[in-house]
């Protein structure tokens, strides 16, 4: 693999790990009971925020001209669909959060409120692991390197 790319992909590692973590918070929040109320609310908010950002640097990074997705695709095409989704992917997910976001802005006045925002949030938490099973398999089958399942 050339030296440069490599680096680059030093770069989507460690990119990989900060998403872990921010969705590691967001977990995190969403688990702490929602009786702790404006609590609960912020750290949820803050978790929230923290991932888009971190969805958006990862879209960034890797649909980059000559990025992860093109290269991989370059190197195997039989990849192709495995990549489309998993773009299309990102874009979805940065509009949940958004959504997400929305709701905390609009307020959660009833309890039902919280609980489908709760809801909403996790399944969304759900789906980005899986998101990233998929991503670590993509970078093996198309480089055979290991992107870290720990990050």
């Known amino acids: 693999m050339d030296p440069e790319f490599a680096a680059y992909l030093e770069r989507v590692r460690a990119h ?3 998403l872990g973590e921010s969705l590691a918070a967001l977990d ?6 929602v009786g702790l109320g404006a609590l609960w609310r912020r750290r949820v908010r803050a978790a929230l925020t923290e991932l888009e950002h971190d969805l958006r640097d990862h879209r960034s990074i890797t649909e980059e001209p000559g990025g992860l997705y093109a290269d991989a695709v370059a190197r195997a095409p039989r990849l192709a669909s495995v990549s489309k989704l998993q773009m299309d992917e990102h874009l979805d997910f940065v509009e949940v959060v958004q959504r997400l976001l929305g709701e905390r802005d609009e307020g959660l006045e009833s309890a039902e409120a919280v609980a489908a925002h ?3 949030a996790t399944e969304l938490v759900g789906r980005i692991v899986r998101h990233r099973q998929r991503g670590a398999d993509l ?7 290991d992107i870290g399942g720990s990050g």
């Open 139 to 145: 970078i093996y089958e198309a480089y055979e390197v």
């Open 118 to 120: 709760r809801e909403a």
């Open 16 to 18: 990989r790990a900060e």
């Open 28 to 33: 995190a929040a969403l688990a702490l009971p």
